[in-house]
């Protein structure tokens, strides 16, 4: 099974994130659907 859109990131620093964090920083930015003139979302 191939990726078509793979973003691969690499850290070139330490980034100290802890459980709590890392929920806090996703939940502000949930996943929602493409509204009907949206061509794509992110969150």
């Known amino acids: 099974m ?3 859109n793979l973003l691969v990131y690499r850290l070139t620093q330490n980034v100290a ?3 709590e964090t890392l929920e806090a ?4 930015k949930p996943a ?3 509204a009907s003139q ?3 979302t992110y969150g």
């Open 2 to 4: 191939w990726f078509r």
């Open 17 to 19: 994130l802890d459980a």
């Open 25 to 28: 920083a996703l939940a502000a």
């Open 32 to 34: 929602r659907p493409c």
């Open 38 to 40: 949206e061509l794509s």
